[in-house]
Nanobody, 117 residues
Framework: QVQLVESGGGLVQAGGSLRLSCAAS????????MGWYRQVLGKQRELVAS???????NYADSVKGRFTISRDNAKSTVYLQMNSLKYEDTAVYYC???????????WGQGTQVTVSS
């Protein structure tokens, strides 16, 4: 089973920055489109950014211009640089394949991002 380990979250003031990391134990990592998702308690998990194996990226409108997704295939790791953070970015952040249908890895524990206003 592929394991996903997210890290880098924390408490930050509005306007601040964080860099999230997600390490995947997947020998085929470099062939997959990966995504960062976030979930607020009581709401559905949403895809905020994705990156193809060739490095093409897509972003949700709510984070466009503030977040940057990147990957290091040699390390089987995907990153999310988050700048100009807003209170509404507060959520638990996860990584996984993008999209997660028809298949997804088991979800990791996520990393909590809390932005104080």
């Amino acid at each position: 089973q592929v394991q996903l380990v997210e890290s880098g979250g924390g408490l930050v003031q509005a306007g601040g920055s964080l860099r999230l990391s997600c390490a995947a134990s997947d020998s085929l990592f470099s062939t997959n489109t990966m995504g960062w998702y976030r979930q607020v308690l009581g709401k559905q998990r949403e895809l905020v950014a994705s990156i193809t194996r060739l490095g093409n990226t897509n972003y949700a409108d709510s984070v466009k211009g503030r977040f940057t997704i990147s990957r290091d295939n040699a390390k089987s790791t995907v990153y999310l640089q988050m700048n100009s953070l807003k209170y509404e970015d507060t959520a638990v952040y996860y990584c996984n394949l993008a999209p997660t249908i028809p298949r997804a890895y088991n979800w990791g524990q996520g990393t909590q991002v809390t932005v104080s206003s």
